[in-house]
């Protein structure tokens, strides 16, 4: 599944998140694409937090993609 974030900023791009990866089911990966700098330490720490796995994350043209497997 996809959450596109692009142009938000802070907190934005983290709600986002949590309403999009309480869609999947356990072990699903959620893409996230956003353009806010900060989400590079929001999303890993919040993922941790709530006992998901952040995969990592990967520059693109203009924007960023960040990978979140759900507990």
Not at 41 to 68: C, I, S, T
Request: proline fraction near 6%.
């Amino acid at each position: 599944m996809k959450s596109n974030e692009l142009h938000y900023s802070c907190p934005m791009p983290l709600l986002k998140t949590k309403k999009a990866i309480e869609k999947l089911a356990s072990g699903q990966i959620l893409e996230i694409l956003g353009t806010d700098p900060g989400s590079r330490n929001d999303l890993p720490g919040w993922a941790n937090r709530m006992g998901h796995q952040y995969l990592g994350d990967k520059e693109d043209e203009g924007f960023l993609r960040f990978y979140v497997q759900k507990k």
